[in-house]
């Protein structure tokens, strides 16, 4: 949570930012996406860090998580918690549409086992994202992703929780079956013809590498449960998702493209909250990109209110 001031016409304007503010813990200290190890003493820095009120987590263990729990209960923080289970699809290649029966099979019980784990610590919500793409295989892997995502939705509605699909670039870096928001969009109604706790997550760094702008966004409102804001990364002619600081070399997004998304979500009158995916480069410290996305996030918050009063 934060609060910004512009002046306008001389009066002075003070205005509380609207939207819950998260951030992808395991993106910034991404060790994580390989061990747990040391999980909850790395969070501890952000949990004390009152600019953000949503963390989200990878899959730690439980000795991990009680202890992260028991410190914020200590500091007597109002902190929301999410589980991503993009590692287990991007790192573990659990692979939610694969064609193969058995071996999608495999990647449902371990994401149905993280929605359980997810629901059981009260967590808000799971996200995860499709496998690889395949051109030949495409629709055979639709239906196999629904599946997969059906399964995970029908436990997540044990907990009253929703779960996000977040959409990737397919044919840059990540290469996944969910790609473009209006082939995504299709899916992911599909899905929500039996099961309403499924979104749609826009990530602002994956929409360069998907020809896409927040503008884009709007015939997709009653569709969009969470935001992720970042930057791609451009190197020679290439463009890859590894999610740089902002304003590192070669990072793509800026504080006017985060002040489009702001206006684009203020239009379509979005609730959910925003969460940056920050990772930091060989020599950086982790609060470097940490704390450069938070002073982007304020000045692209006062672009917005300048154009808005």
């Known amino acids: 949570m934060f609060y910004t001031r512009i002046e306008k016409k001389d009066i002075e304007i003070v205005s509380r930012f609207p939207y819950k503010v998260g951030i992808v813990v395991f993106m910034v200290f991404p060790e994580l996406l390989k061990s747990d190890e040391g999980a909850a003493e790395k969070t501890r820095i952000l949990v004390d860090d009152k600019f953000f009120d949503l963390l989200e987590l990878s899959w730690i263990s439980d000795a991990e998580w009680n202890k992260l729990k028991e410190y914020v209960d200590k500091t007597g923080r109002r902190i929301d918690f999410s589980m991503g289970l993009q590692p287990q699809v991007l790192v573990q290649k659990y692979n939610p549409s694969a064609v193969n029966e058995d071996e999608r099979k495999k990647a449902e019980e371990i994401l149905v086992k993280g929605v359980e784990v997810a629901g059981k610590r009260g967590m808000k919500a799971v996200a995860l994202c499709s496998g690889p793409y395949v051109e030949a295989e495409k629709d055979k892997a639709v239906q196999s992703f629904i599946k997969t995502v059906s399964a995970m939705a029908e436990k997540a509605q044990e907990y009253n929780i929703p779960v996000l699909v977040e959409t990737f670039d397919y044919q840059w870096d990540k290469k996944r079956l969910l790609g473009p928001i209006d082939f995504s969009a299709k899916v992911v109604e599909e899905i929500r013809a039996n099961y309403k706790n499924v979104y749609l997550m826009w990530d602002l760094s994956h929409g360069p590498l998907l020809g896409e702008k927040p503008e884009d966004l709007k015939p997709y409102a009653d569709l969009l449960g ?64 940490v704390n450069s996305a938070k002073g982007v996030l304020m000045r692209a918050y006062e672009i917005f209110l300048e154009n808005n009063l």
């Not at 890859?240 to 684009?264: I, S």
């Not at 959910?272 to 410290?285: C, N």
């Open 226 to 289: 969470h935001i992720h804001i970042g930057c791609a990364k451009k190197v020679d002619d290439k463009l890859y998702d590894w999610h740089p600081g902002f304003y590192r070399p070669g990072a793509l997004n800026t504080e006017k493209e985060v002040a489009e998304l702001l206006q684009v979500l203020h239009d379509i009158k979005y609730r959910g909250a925003v969460s940056f995916e920050v990772k930091p480069e060989e020599g950086q410290h982790p609060l470097e990109v």
